[in-house]
């Protein structure tokens, strides 16, 4: 919490997460569905993981290629 924030302020911003925590219900079905996304996204290879350094001259010309027809 910020510093010069009211201690009432700070009290009711807990009270509304405690609120709002109190009327969540998880069920098993979006639970697994949680579970499965999340494994998903681990298994999943993240952006820029196929490159390996700089471009080597045959695709440093493919780059170029790309560009000039998407009109960069």
Sequence with gaps: MKAGMP???RIDK???A???RMLYEEDEASRAR???QIALRRLAAGP???RHGRPTKRERRQLERGRDKSGL
């Design 7 to 9: 201690a009432a302020v």
């Design 14 to 16: 807990w009270l509304w």
């Design 34 to 36: 949680r579970a499965q």
């Design 18 to 20: 405690a609120a709002a």
């Design 48 to 50: 820029g993981q196929d």
